[in-house]
């Protein structure tokens, strides 16, 4: 057997809902009159009449209920003053994400080259029976001596001491 349900949980029920209706009618009408604009002016016959919409024709108006003026007046010029922060700051970290892309190619660069410069000095120091070459002036390639190898591996030596520091 089902049960139905009772007279007095309707009655609540309807009751509940017919009270929320209310409070949200109030709650419309307490705010509608703060943001209306009340409009008074006198007619051709000298007749004052009120109305929510502004009169036609070119007559004298008053305006009655205004809404307030802006709490602070110089909230349009803030509002573009931080506006134009923010892009500076964007600019700003734009700026630095670039620098340090920059510094990091850099770094890799420099490593990359400190570990060729090391290579050779190692394969100039291991092996005399390794013949090295190099490029003369004239742009011909020429076989290296013990003297050249010698003065190449401390040029590369000092290159690495004053570049290679940290990598």
């Known amino acids: 057997m089902s049960r139905l349900p009772s007279l007095r ?42 109305s929510d ?15 307030p ?33 920059k510094a990091r190619v850099d770094s890799n ?5 400190c570990q060729r410069a090391r290579g050779q000095a190692l394969a100039l120091a291991q092996d005399s029976q390794i013949v090295f070459y190099t490029t003369n002036a004239k742009g011909e390639r020429t076989a290296m001596d013990d003297a050249a190898k010698f003065m190449e591996r401390q040029r590369l030596d000092y290159w690495i001491k004053e570049n290679c520091q940290n990598n």
């Open 9 to 50: 949980s309707i009655g609540r029920a309807a009751a509940a809902r017919v009270a929320i209706a209310a409070i949200c009618a109030a709650l419309a009408a307490a705010a509608a009159p703060a943001g209306a604009v009340l409009y008074k002016w006198v007619d051709a016959n000298g007749r004052v009449t009120y």
């Open 53 to 67: 919409q502004p009169p036609p024709g070119n007559v004298k108006v008053e305006q009655i209920n205004a809404p």
């Open 69 to 101: 003026p802006p709490a602070d007046p110089n909230a349009v010029k803030d509002l573009a003053n931080k506006e134009l922060e923010l892009q500076k700051k964007k600019m700003l970290r734009a700026e630095d994400d670039t620098k340090a892309n």
């Open 109 to 113: 660069m420099r490593r990359q080259e």
